[in-house]
């Protein structure tokens, strides 16, 4: 059985050590010259894995405190323009294409499903709700499982590139710490890559959702 949050044991802790030794390397005291020139080395050693050491720990507290609406709202602005929320209505009124399946009979296959959704305007999510069924009925197939996570990654991780580029001016009330425009704007620059990775990462699972019901779909009909 795969373990959907097994991407947070490696690859989370992973960007938050990454963006911590940035921050100590260019916004501290401790630089390479600082380790090289000052005598006292190993006390130089101590405060920098000391100060990373604080750094992270804040970070994964961060991480694990913000609640799944809140990570939405950070990275999508509002909680409507979830992938699933929009999965449909790019197939029937975007600009729709995947190789893999033919698009009428894509069109086809979710008919029903896009005519309630007309008929359900009211609700803001309920094409979201009606995608979320499509996922129940496939979320153990492979390709579902690594995309979800690849998305969960990439979602988490813009959202530790904004909280990054939020406290760090507070770090400055770190020990050795003082401000670095040129770190603050590799943190910006961070987050808007993170952030467009992560809508991409979405689209991509809330299709292969769709896709995956539909062979499934197809398959059983001709069985």
Known sequence: MYDLKKYKTKDI???????SIIIILFSTKISH??????YDFI????????NMGVIYIYMNIL??????DVKNIL?????????????????FCGNYSDPRVSTIGLKKFYKITWCEIKKNKQDELYQN????????AVKNESIIFFSNSNYLLARDISVLSIV?????????MF???????????????????????????????ANNVLIENYIKGENNEHS
């Open 13 to 19: 802790p992973y960007f938050i050590c990454a963006n």
């Open 33 to 38: 010259k600082y380790f090289v020139d000052n």
């Open 43 to 50: 006390f130089s050693l101590f405060t920098f894995f000391g």
């Open 63 to 68: 991480d694990s405190i913000l609640s799944t």
């Open 75 to 91: 990275v999508f602005g509002r909680i409507t323009n979830l992938p699933g929320n929009k999965a449909l209505s790019k197939l």
């Open 129 to 136: 709700k009606k995608w979320y069924e499509q996922y129940i």
């Open 164 to 172: 990054f580029v939020i406290f760090y001016p507070i770090m400055l």
């Open 175 to 205: 020990p050795y710490i003082y401000y670095n425009y040129k770190v603050h704007i590799y943190f910006i620059i961070n987050w808007i890559v993170t952030t467009y990775s992560a809508h991409k990462a979405g689209e991509k699972f």
